[in-house]
């Protein structure tokens, strides 16, 4: 059973910053890592995916040039490195697993609890 488990979440001022990580109880070469988010009242939405072989990684235009999603081999962690944090920012953000280039959720067969990131105006 593959486990997934998001840390780093908080409550942060407007302008602030946040590192999530994800630590993955298996990865593998052909996996492909993201983030997502849940808003109360929204639906879940892509945020970020990175490519476990190759490194290549997609943002969401909503994030792009503000957040930076990274990975560490050894650890078997994905971090999501998050700047100029906005109130629309606040949300669930949620770890995943698949192994397709995807960013929509079903792609996605595992996912981890969650974490909270509110952010403060």
């Known amino acids: 059973q593959v486990q997934l488990q998001e840390s780093g979440g908080g409550l942060v001022q407007a302008g602030g910053s946040l590192r999530l990580t994800c630590t993955a109880s298996?990865?593998?070469?052909?996996?492909?890592m993201a983030w997502f988010r849940q808003a109360p009242g929204k639906e879940r939405e892509f945020v970020a995916l990175i490519r476990w072989r190759g490194r290549n990684t997609l943002y969401a235009d909503s994030v792009k040039g503000r957040f930076t999603i990274s990975q560490d081999n050894a650890l078997n962690t994905v971090d999501l490195q998050m700047t100029s944090l906005k109130d629309e920012d606040t949300a669930v953000y949620y770890c995943?697993?698949?192994?397709?280039?995807?960013?929509?959720?079903?792609?996605?067969?595992?996912w981890g609890q969650g974490t909270q990131v509110t952010v403060a105006s």
């Open positions: 298996s990865i593998y070469s052909s996996s492909v």
């Open positions: 995943a697993r698949g192994s397709r280039y995807a960013t929509n959720p079903p792609a996605y067969d595992y």
